[in-house]
């Protein structure tokens, strides 16, 4: 069954209800695997790649909700692309909170030597800091202040985020790179596929609607 081209408010909320909830899904996985003694033999490690893959996963959803939206003529999605967006970094937090907590212990010196040592923990605390803005300037009142040409600019880091996410799993695996390459493949597609659409947008234009608070101007 195709869904609809609109959604009324009703089957809106109903909807952005069944995708939050299962958004929840790997922090209630993790959260019960510790209370049961399940997170396996190194539980540090496991916690570390289980928020940072989801981190990825959540970019990915975001990234491709533009494409999917002007493919298919179902611009309901673009009100769910905030959510996803504040997901990643939720689960970005998770990820460098652990890193600080259980493997660095909140020991400043050696956290800042790490960064600058480590290529792969530079890149993603590269991306960990791009992620802040973009989250920060997600809320109603700020996407209200800010002008949409300003708000477009800024939130266009998230390809670079994406890419530096991408190099950051990349560099930490030492062997098997099946995940990364399937993740640098995925992100691959979706930036090719919004560089396709925006070079087709400039060739013939769309019309398009005034941002409002609720569904802010999209990066192009």
Same mark, same amino acid.
């Given at each position: 069954?195709?869904?609809? #081209? ?12 069944? !995708?939050?909830?299962?958004? *929840? ?8 695997? $510790? =209370? ?9 490690? !496991? ?25 298919? $003529?179902?611009?309901? %999605? ?5 959510? =996803? $967006?504040? =997901?990643?970094? =939720?689960?970005?937090? %998770? ?30 605390? #590269?991306?960990?800091? !791009?992620?802040?803005? *973009? ?52 992100? $691959?597609?979706? %930036?090719? #596929? ?7 947008? #400039? ?18």
């Amino acid at each position: 069954m195709l869904l609809p #081209a609109r959604l009324s408010p009703r089957q809106s909320t109903l909807l952005k209800v069944v !995708l939050f909830v299962p958004s *929840l899904g790997p922090l209630a996985r993790l959260v019960i695997a $510790g =209370f049961t003694d399940n997170l396996g033999a190194n539980p540090v490690e !496991l916690l570390t790649r289980s928020t940072g893959t989801w981190t990825l996963v959540f970019l990915c959803i975001t990234l491709g909700i533009t494409p999917v939206r002007k493919v298919t $003529g179902w611009n309901w %999605l673009s009100q769910y692309r905030r959510m =996803f $967006g504040l =997901f990643a970094f =939720f689960y970005v937090c %998770l990820h460098f909170t652990t890193y600080i907590w259980f493997d660095q212990y909140f020991d400043l010196d050696a956290i800042v030597k790490d960064v600058i040592k480590r290529p792969f923990i530079t890149v993603g605390f #590269a991306a960990f800091v !791009l992620l802040i803005p *973009l989250a920060v300037t997600s809320n109603h009142w700020l996407t209200r202040k800010m002008s949409a040409k300003n708000w477009q600019n800024l939130h266009r880091l998230v390809y670079v985020i994406c890419v530096l996410g991408v190099v950051h799993y990349w560099w930490l695996v030492k062997r098997d790179l099946t995940q990364p390459i399937i993740y640098a493949c995925v992100v $691959g597609v979706l %930036l090719s #596929a919004r560089m396709l659409l925006k070079n087709k947008q #400039a060739s013939r234009p769309w019309p398009r609607a005034a941002p409002t608070a609720r569904t802010p101007a999209e990066p192009a």
